[in-house]
């Protein structure tokens, strides 16, 4: 899965254009084609994997990727995500404004945390909420929704 695809899984928009701001519905990670929510580095391709490495995941030892892996992957397959709806509109991530984050687990967010900011350099304007029941199935850890101010003309 090397490239961050897929429509919503219900009747909703992945991106609605307002004036200069694109908002983004919450975006998950899983696999179009199969329907399944990765949990493993595999699913990664060579580049995100290297950097992933560069910040001390992706160890190669199975007893620390089997724990780390789900959260860490399916955080940079999010991020990916958005990153691909906002070029799709014509901006970057640094016209990202806010991210709203929902975890399955809060455990989560420090890996989380650690891969966005290989996304965001800069502090972006953030709320993180802990959620139970509304996610589309067990595998998935967290979603995120982002509000995106996109320059005029764009």
């Known amino acids: 899965m ?4 897929g429509q919503p899984l219900a009747r909703y928009a992945a991106a609605r ?3 200069d701001h694109l908002y983004l519905s919450g975006v998950i990670a899983v696999d179009p084609a199969s329907g399944e929510v990765p949990q493993r580095y595999d699913a ?3 580049a995100a994997r290297e950097a992933l490495r560069g910040i001390g995941y992706d160890t190669g030892q199975l007893s620390v990727d089997v724990f780390e892996g789900p959260a860490v992957v399916q955080s940079w397959l999010v991020l990916a995500r958005i990153r691909a709806l906002v070029a799709e509109h014509g901006g970057e991530m640094a016209n990202v404004c ?3 984050q929902y975890f399955t687990d809060l455990r989560d967010y420090p890996a989380y945390n650690r891969v966005r900011n290989l996304f965001f350099p800069e502090p972006v304007v953030s709320t993180v909420v ?5 996610m589309p199935g067990p595998a998935v850890r967290l ?3 982002a509000t995106v101010w996109l320059p005029p003309g764009r």
């Open 2 to 5: 090397s490239t961050p695809t």
């Open 17 to 19: 254009r307002v004036g």
């Open 44 to 46: 990664l391709d060579p």
């Open 98 to 100: 806010r991210l709203v």
């Open 130 to 134: 802990e959620v139970s029941g509304m």
């Open 143 to 145: 979603e995120v929704e």
